[in-house]
C-alpha cells in the first residue's frame, strides 16, 4: 500500500532554514499538501498543489514535489513555527494519505 | 463561507454505538468532498474517508473500510461519522474538513472521542 515517510523531528535555529522532507513512490505524480499542527489547534494546511500558499500564509513557506520526495521548507523559522508538520498526497477523488508527521523544534 | 462546526465531546463503553456530527454552516455544503481525519493519542493524522455530499459518493481509505461509516445528509448540511461498535482504540480526536484544491483547507473543530469501560 502506498506510504508516506516523513523524519520524526527536525530542529533548527531560529533564523535559518528548516526544511523537511515526504518520500513516496512516485510522489511527484501526484498533489502534496502541508499542514501545521500545533498542541490543542486544529491542523492548518500551510502548501498545497505542490507549491502554492493559502491565503494568509507567509511566504517563508515553500514547498516542492519531484520524482520520489516532497520538501515543505521554512526560511527564517521563527519560534511560531514550532509544530508538528504533515505531508499529505492526493489521487483524483481518493483519501488523501498523510506521513507520518515531523515535529519541527526551533 | 465553509464553517464546519462538529458535535461535541463523547464517553463511550466499549461495544457502543456513536455518531458523531459536522455541520456546514454556509450554502456551499454539497459542492465539495468532506474527509473525516483521526488523530489518535500521541499518533498522526489519518484520513478516514471522503464523502461527495451532492451524490454520496464515498470513499474510505482501506484500513478503516468496514469499520466506520461516513454519511451525509445534503438537506441539513451535515456529515456524519459513525461507528456499530466502539473499541478502546477509537479513543482519539476526529476532526472533520472541506477538501479544496487538493486539500483539507477548512477545518471543524474537532470531536474528542473516549472510549473506556
Known amino acids: 500500500s502506498f506510504e508516506l515517510i516523513q523524519p520524526p523531528s527536525v530542529t533548527v535555529s531560529p533564523g535559518q532554514t528548516a526544511t523537511i522532507t515526504c518520500s513516496g513512490d512516485?510522489?511527484?505524480?501526484?498533489?502534496v499538501s502541508w499542514y501545521q499542527h500545533k498542541p490543542g489547534r486544529t491542523p492548518m494546511v500551510v502548501i498545497y498543489?505542490?507549491?502554492k500558499w493559502p491565503s494568509g500564509i507567509p511566504d517563508r513557506f515553500s514547498g516542492s514535489n519531484s520524482g520520489n520526495t516532497a520538501t515543505l521548507t521554512i526560511s527564517g523559522t521563527q519560534s511560531l513555527d514550532e509544530a508538528d508538520y504533515y505531508c499529505?498526497?492526493?489521487?483524483?477523488?481518493?483519501?488523501?494519505?498523510f506521513g507520518g508527521g515531523t515535529k519541527l523544534t526551533v | 463561507e465553509v464553517q464546519l462546526e462538529q458535535s461535541g465531546a463523547e464517553v463511550k463503553k466499549p461495544g457502543e454505538s456513536l455518531k458523531i456530527s459536522c455541520k456546514d454552516s454556509?450554502?456551499?455544503?454539497?459542492?465539495?468532498?468532506i474527509g473525516w481525519v483521526r488523530q489518535v493519542p500521541g499518533k498522526g493524522l489519518e484520513c478516514m474517508g471522503i464523502?461527495?455530499?451532492?451524490?454520496?459518493?464515498?470513499r474510505y481509505t482501506p484500513s478503516f473500510q468496514g469499520q466506520v461509516t461516513i454519511s451525509a445528509d445534503k438537506s441539513t448540511g451535515t456529515a456524519y461519522l459513525q461507528w456499530n461498535r466502539l473499541k478502546a482504540s477509537d479513543t482519539g480526536i476526529y476532526y472533520c474538513?472541506?477538501?479544496?484544491?487538493?486539500?483539507?483547507?477548512?477545518w471543524g473543530q474537532g470531536t474528542l472521542v473516549t472510549v473506556s469501560s
Open positions: 474538513a472541506r477538501r479544496f484544491n487538493s486539500a483539507f483547507d477548512n
Open positions: 454556509g450554502d456551499t455544503f454539497g459542492t465539495y468532498w
Open positions: 464523502i461527495y455530499p451532492g451524490d454520496s459518493d464515498t
Open positions: 512516485k510522489l511527484g505524480d501526484k498533489y
Open positions: 498543489q505542490d507549491d
Open positions: 499529505q498526497a492526493w489521487d483524483v477523488n481518493t483519501p488523501g494519505i
